[in-house]
């Protein structure tokens, strides 16, 4: 196997500290950790720098699994740093993690651990093992390679290495996408941030899993019953994917891949989504709310993927507000409408602004309208204040409040020019 010198490592990773990992290789063997490895994307950048000199490496983390106990790992580490040194920032018990800030440089440590699926989609069992075990349960050839420290080794169970120089990744097995569908959104993101391909092996695992639908929930069914990959972690993959630099191009992957069709249908024929999702994000409204909000049911999604309460209501208010629309479009009612009219009833919804916009976003055949609330006539206000009324004799009382609303309404109609 190839060597990657711990000290060339430093070299290459200009955010690594001269010394950084023989120290932390001295303290796994002081607490008999009988092996520990960097893992993930510097594993891939390495490989790709000893290929391509000119390569520039991004680093972000360092990632380190070992065979061991992980907290007393950590608790020697910051023995020999010194506890001021080392904040640990995260701990997970399931699936035996701990994040840790060392002198600025976050380190993530895991103990090496298999994992099972008794039920396709949902949690696996976790069990302590070994690091060659754990890069087979991982998901992708390129994902599943570690530099072992102690000898200065490169693991490549997968062919890893001819999988970066061909760029073309793979799964590690054939029911990868059976396990867990939060894959396919994996393998989009992936594939977009390394400009890899994804073998045919794999596109024809995705396309034939998903028609075979092999889980025990179908869409439309309730989400009480929802197993996680379709739910809570699909959520969490789906964040990933958008908030990333290469959401676009992931998310045509995405589309190209089929992968839309394990979250709605209507998502993966939608040949306007990365338009609107982008005017959105423009807008600051979360890309995910988005992305639901133009799926067939975006309600019963918001729920099936845990969407926050606030994300939910801004789904809502947009849902009630098309509704709304849609009434007064077929009843042509609106023609006759002055702005003042179309104030009191837009203000009388009482959805929230992200509302408006999503709605915008999806092109509404009424959407001037509402771009000439929100962005104008929501900001007149009344000329005339309640002290003002009550300087020149007005009693207090709701007949201020009617007046002052009758004075902004006015004005409103004053301002606009259609």
Same mark, same amino acid.
């Given at each position: 196997?190839e060597?990657?010198?711990?000290?060339?490592i430093?070299k290459?990773i200009?955010? $690594?500290?001269?010394g950084?990992?023989?120290?932390l $290789?001295?303290?796994?063997?002081?607490v008999n950790?009988?092996?520990?490895?960097? @893992?993930g994307?510097? @594993?891939?950048?390495l490989?790709?720098k000893?290929k391509?000199?000119d390569y520039?490496?991004?680093? /972000?983390?360092?990632?380190l699994?070992?065979?061991?106990?992980?907290?007393?790992? @950590?608790?020697?580490?910051q023995?020999?740093?010194?506890a001021?040194k080392?904040?640990?920032?995260r +701990?997970?018990?399931?699936?035996?993690?701990?994040?840790?800030?060392?002198?600025?440089?976050?380190?993530?440590?895991?103990?090496?651990r298999?994992e099972?699926?008794?039920?396709p989609?949902?949690n696996p069992?976790?069990?302590?093992?070994?690091?060659?075990?754990?890069?087979i349960?991982?998901?992708f /050839?390129? +994902?599943?390679m570690?530099?072992?420290?102690?000898?200065?080794?490169?693991?490549?169970?997968?062919s890893?290495?001819d999988a970066?120089e061909n760029?073309?990744?793979? %799964?590690l097995?054939?029911s990868?996408v059976?396990?867990d569908p939060?894959?396919?959104i994996r393998?989009?993101r992936?594939s977009?941030?390394?400009d890899f391909?994804?073998?045919n092996?794999?596109?024809k695992?995705?396309?034939?899993t998903?028609?075979?639908?092999p889980? /025990?929930?179908?869409?439309?069914?309730?989400n009480?019953?929802v197993?996680?990959?379709l739910?809570i972690?699909?959520?969490m993959?789906?964040?990933?994917?958008?908030?990333?630099?290469?959401?676009?191009n992931?998310?045509?992957?995405l589309?190209?891949?089929?992968?839309?069709?394990i979250?709605?249908?209507?998502?993966?024929?939608?040949?306007?989504l990365?338009?609107r999702?982008?005017i959105?994000?423009k807008?600051?409204?979360?890309?995910?709310t988005a992305? @639901?909000?133009e799926?067939?049911s975006?309600n019963?999604?918001?729920?099936?993927l845990h969407?926050?309460?606030?994300q939910?209501?801004?789904i809502?208010?947009?849902?009630?507000l098309?509704?709304?629309?849609?009434?007064?479009?077929?009843?042509?009612?609106y023609?006759?409408?002055s702005p003042?009219k179309w104030?009191t009833?837009l203000?009388g $919804?009482?959805v929230?602004?992200?509302? %408006?916009?999503?709605?915008?976003?999806?092109?509404n055949?009424l959407?001037e309208?509402?771009?000439?609330?929100l962005?104008?006539w929501?900001?007149i206000?009344s000329?005339?204040?309640g002290d003002d009324?009550?300087a020149?004799?007005?009693?207090?009382?709701p007949?201020?409040?009617?007046?002052?609303?009758?004075?902004?309404m006015k004005?409103?109609?004053?301002?606009t020019?259609?």
């Amino acid at each position: 196997m190839e060597l990657f010198d711990k000290s060339t490592i430093e070299k290459e990773i200009k955010e $690594l500290p001269s010394g950084i990992l023989t120290i932390l $290789l001295d303290a796994a063997i002081s607490v008999n950790i009988t092996s520990i490895a960097i @893992v993930g994307g510097v @594993v891939r950048d390495l490989i790709t720098k000893s290929k391509n000199k000119d390569y520039d490496i991004i680093f /972000n983390d360092l990632d380190l699994i070992i065979e061991g106990e992980r907290s007393n790992y @950590v608790q020697e580490i910051q023995k020999v740093l010194g506890a001021e040194k080392v904040k640990v920032i995260r +701990n997970n018990k399931t699936y035996k993690t701990s994040e840790l800030i060392i002198n600025g440089l976050k380190v993530d440590i895991a103990s090496a651990r298999e994992e099972t699926y008794p039920i396709p989609g949902e949690n696996p069992i976790v069990e302590l093992s070994t690091i060659t075990k754990d890069l087979i349960r991982r998901d992708f /050839n390129i +994902n599943a390679m570690a530099i072992e420290l102690k000898d200065n080794k490169l693991i490549d169970l997968f062919s890893g290495t001819d999988a970066i120089e061909n760029m073309k990744m793979d %799964f590690l097995h054939e029911s990868s996408v059976l396990e867990d569908p939060t894959r396919i959104i994996r393998a989009s993101r992936y594939s977009a941030k390394l400009d890899f391909d994804l073998s045919n092996q794999a596109l024809k695992q995705i396309k034939d899993t998903i028609n075979l639908w092999p889980w /025990n929930w179908h869409i439309g069914d309730t989400n009480d019953l929802v197993p996680s990959a379709l739910s809570i972690r699909l959520k969490m993959e789906l964040e990933l994917l958008l908030e990333s630099k290469y959401w676009k191009n992931a998310l045509k992957n995405l589309q190209s891949f089929g992968g839309l069709k394990i979250i709605d249908s209507k998502l993966q024929n939608d040949q306007h989504l990365i338009e609107r999702i982008s005017i959105a994000k423009k807008s600051n409204i979360e890309p995910l709310t988005a992305l @639901v909000y133009e799926s067939k049911s975006p309600n019963y999604l918001a729920r099936r993927l845990h969407l926050d309460k606030q994300q939910k209501e801004i789904i809502e208010g947009a849902y009630r507000l098309n509704k709304y629309l849609k009434d007064i479009k077929n009843n042509h009612l609106y023609k006759t409408w002055s702005p003042s009219k179309w104030s009191t009833y837009l203000e009388g $919804l009482n959805v929230n602004e992200s509302s %408006f916009i999503l709605e915008i976003c999806r092109e509404n055949p009424l959407k001037e309208y509402l771009s000439y609330w929100l962005f104008n006539w929501k900001n007149i206000k009344s000329p005339i204040t309640g002290d003002d009324l009550i300087a020149k004799g007005w009693a207090p009382g709701p007949e201020i409040g009617i007046e002052i609303k009758r004075q902004r309404m006015k004005l409103i109609d004053e301002k606009t020019i259609f």
